[in-house]
């Protein structure tokens, strides 16, 4: 391998990329729109939920429940019905995602036995938001119920003894606040290297192929490896600068905390970057024309990197049948990698093993590119 023979075919490649106003529109455009649209889209935190409310009593008790959810973070109560036609009609057109009703005789019940039933009505189309906002739902009635049932104890003379042999003390660590954010956007970050890395590299012989320039690569000395590593050599670089240009994004605009050190993150990001450009040329040399490389790098990244690597799906939540192919996903080692860094401050001692897969995929993919040209130039 000759360092003439590398910077040629680099500089070349470079001047290719100038000229194709895709691949710069890709590189430059893409983790801009992708970062925003994403990290403003994707969020999985339940706040100020609408909630119509259906008071069939209208006393000071009921009002003073229904105050209890106006103040939580989570709902925000966006109208107040009179019958439960109109309730139904607010749900169907969703202009509400919870219901509560309160029964005609809820301070009578509440004045003789400290208890009163209250139902809430959920709109089950999205089950998982269903779920949570049932869940703070309760919280928000318990919390209301302890209240009362001191005042009511009080009144009745009596003291509320409580036997709790064992408590709960929680504390959460690497993201205190539980904001989604901060374990979205890290893995977004993944995923749009990913689909860069794929997508740049998979126009490179392909590209040479349907310019009719292949033949002149093959007449010259160049080896295979010669011309692999000096074709992605320009990608690389435009891989750093798009992962700065996305951390910045991710911890100066979005405040993302970054707890690691900048040494990890960039050879992890350059290991990760190794593996997706090498995967790109690959399908380029595999595939020669250019709509068809592209079309099938964006299947092997976009949708196994969103779906499969924990980005945003819990990876122990799934089938074991699927957990077992996400070991074969190159993305999902990255995924892990880079949250570790941005939340836990991990060091490479730490992210060894994700890293040595990365390394063993690295190494795969490389030596079947370069075998696949070698036959292509054969």
């Known amino acids: 391998m000759k360092l003439r023979r590398l910077r040629a075919i680099a500089i070349k490649e470079i001047l290719q990329i100038w000229r194709d106003p895709r691949s710069l529109m890709i590189a430059l455009l893409l983790p801009f729109t992708q970062m ?184 010259t000395p160049v080896r295979p490896i010669e011309l692999m590593f000096g074709k992605l050599a320009p990608y690389l670089v435009l891989g750093w600068v798009d992962a700065a240009f996305c951390v910045g994004i991710a911890t100066l605009w979005f405040g993302v905390p970054f707890q690691g050190t900048l040494l990890t993150l960039f050879l992890t990001t350059t290991l990760f970057l190794t593996v997706v450009l090498s995967l790109g040329y690959l399908l380029s040399v595999l595939i020669r024309s250019q709509v068809g490389a592209s079309q099938i790098a964006l299947l092997v990244t976009m949708m196994p990197t969103t779906l499969l690597s924990g980005y945003i799906f819990p990876i122990d939540q799934m089938p074991k049948f699927i957990r077992a192919l996400t070991y074969l996903l190159y993305s999902r080692y990255f995924v892990t990698i880079i949250k570790a860094i941005f939340l836990k401050g991990s060091g490479i001692s730490e992210l060894m093993t994700p890293i040595l897969f990365l390394i063993v995929y690295a190494v795969a993919v490389m030596c079947l590119a370069a075998r696949a040209l070698r036959k292509s130039l054969g």
């Open 36 to 219: 925003f649209l994403l990290g403003y889209g994707v969020n999985l935190d339940l706040k100020h939920l609408p909630v119509c409310t259906f008071d069939r009593e209208g006393s000071q008790l009921s009002q003073a429940l229904l105050k209890h959810f106006q103040a939580s973070q989570y709902f925000a109560i966006v109208r107040n019905v009179a019958s439960y036609p109109q309730l139904v009609s607010a749900i169907d057109h969703a202009t509400c995602g919870l219901a509560i009703v309160i029964p005609p005789d809820f301070s009578e019940r509440l004045n003789e036995t400290g208890t009163a039933p209250v139902q809430a009505i959920l709109d089950g189309t999205d089950d998982n938001t269903a779920n949570i906002a049932f869940g703070y739902a309760a919280a928000v009635v318990e919390s209301y119920s302890a209240d009362v049932q001191l005042n009511w104890l009080d009144r009745q003379g009596r003291q509320l003894q409580q036997i709790q042999p064992m408590s709960v003390q929680s504390r959460v660590w690497f993201n205190e606040d539980l904001e989604s954010r901060n374990f979205i956007i890290p893995g977004l970050v993944a995923v749009i290297m990913a689909l860069i890395g794929a997508q740049l590299t998979s126009l490179t012989i392909s590209r040479e192929w349907e310019r009719g320039t292949m033949e002149l690569l093959v007449s």
